[in-house]
């Protein structure tokens, strides 16, 4: 059974970091690209980074460059997006996505609220 389990959310003062993790299990994770996504009352689900499956190439949405980093450990079958220097606007729910070729399996979410 295919499960990736998000955890590491919560609220958070605006300046402050979280540590959200993605815990993979059913697949060859090893194989799979992994990327972030959020989606934000109101708004559609964007994508917020992602990793290669080797974990050599990321890419980040240009509102968390500089400030999020994308990682993965393959041995433990989990992938990671810490967050630094959080700001009211990275408020919403965030998912993880696992995609090669066809397949694409996604997580529950966790909520990120950014707030003083």
């Known amino acids: 059974q295919v499960q990736l389990v998000e955890s590491g959310g919560g609220l958070v003062q605006p300046g402050g970091s979280l540590r959200l993790s993605c815990a993979a299990s059913?697949?060859?994770?090893?194989?799979?690209?992994m990327l972030w996504y959020r989606q934000a009352p109101g708004k559609e689900r964007e994508l917020v980074a992602k990793?290669?499956?080797?974990?050599?190439?990321?890419i980040y949405a240009d509102s968390v460059k500089g400030r999020f980093t994308i990682s993965r450990d393959n041995a433990k079958k989990t992938a990671f997006l810490q967050m630094n220097s959080l700001k009211p606007e990275d408020t919403g729910v965030y998912f993880c996505n696992a995609q090669m070729y066809d397949a694409n399996y996604w997580g529950q979410g966790t909520q990120v609220t950014v707030s003083s």
């Open positions: 990793i290669t499956s080797n974990g050599v190439s990321t």
């Open positions: 059913g697949f060859t994770f090893s194989g799979y690209a």
